[in-house]
């Protein structure tokens, strides 16, 4: 079955510390990668996206993400994170076939900066 | 803000009861997509509507149904509510349902079952 895992469920750091989220999806075939941001009582915004070509892709607001086919991963990073980097981050994933642009998502993780 | 709106923003119900939830899509966009997010998981597909009409489903049973509308606006459909339909239902509009076509997601539906 298509899946999308999450390893780091809850992840609190101090400001200007690094920042990388795992993610590793189930199949082997084509993928479409994408990774949102959840801030507190706001929708689903898109961080950064990967469809094809440079594996290290870069989003806003400083994060970036890297595209390891032969680990299925697509893990985010952030050099130095900021209070303001407080929000859920989910990854998704566009499995190859069928006729819709759906999204599987991971379960999210939860970061807390702290000033 | 992306331009898709979701009505109501919260609404409460009781177990057995019917809910509709509305979603306005963003401009140009054609194809709505509805998600279940349950607290502390990551949302889960539940439809999507293209050019009004059903265009692919996920794991949901048939009391799960919408509609599309001339506009391309959209309504999810929720009979017989259960306690575990407790959840943020997210709509995502988009220009058209192919891969790689980016989603812009609305503010939600807040649905307590009571």
């Known amino acids: 079955a298509q899946s999308v895992s999450q390893h780091n469920h809850h992840v609190i750091l101090s400001e200007a510390a690094s920042l990388e989220l795992g993610c590793n999806y189930s199949?082997?075939?084509?993928?479409?990668l994408f990774w949102y941001v959840q801030y507190p009582g706001q929708h689903l915004q898109l961080l950064l996206k990967?469809?094809?070509?440079?594996?290290l892709v870069k989003g806003i607001k400083g994060f970036e993400a890297e595209f390891i086919k032969s680990k299925f991963s697509f893990n985010l990073r952030k050099p130095s994170v900021q209070w303001s980097d407080t929000a859920e981050y989910f990854c998704?994933?566009?499995f190859g076939g069928g006729a819709t642009n759906k999204l599987i998502f991971g379960t999210g993780t939860l970061l807390a900066v702290q000033p | 803000e992306t331009g898709v709106t979701q009505s109501p923003t919260h609404l409460i119900k009781t177990r057995g009861q019917q809910v509709t939830l509305r979603c306005s899509s963003q401009?140009?966009?054609?194809?709505v997509s509805w998600y279940q997010q349950a607290l502390g998981q990551g949302p889960q597909f539940i439809f999507q509507?293209?050019?009004?009409?059903?265009?692919g489903r996920g794991n949901f049973p048939p009391r799960f149904s919408g509609l599309q509308f001339p506009n391309y606006s959209s309504e999810l459909n929720v009979n017989a509510l259960e306690l575990d339909d407790s959840a943020l239902y997210l709509c995502?509009?988009?220009?058209?349902?192919?891969?790689?076509?980016?989603?812009?997601f609305g503010p939600g539906t807040r649905l307590t079952v009571t």
């Open positions: 995502a509009s988009s220009l058209d349902p192919s891969r790689g076509i980016e989603q812009y």
């Open positions: 199949y082997g075939g084509t993928v479409n």
């Open positions: 990967y469809f094809s070509g440079d594996p």
């Open positions: 998704a994933v566009q």
């Open positions: 401009s140009g966009h054609n194809t």
């Open positions: 509507y293209y050019r009004e009409e059903e265009n």
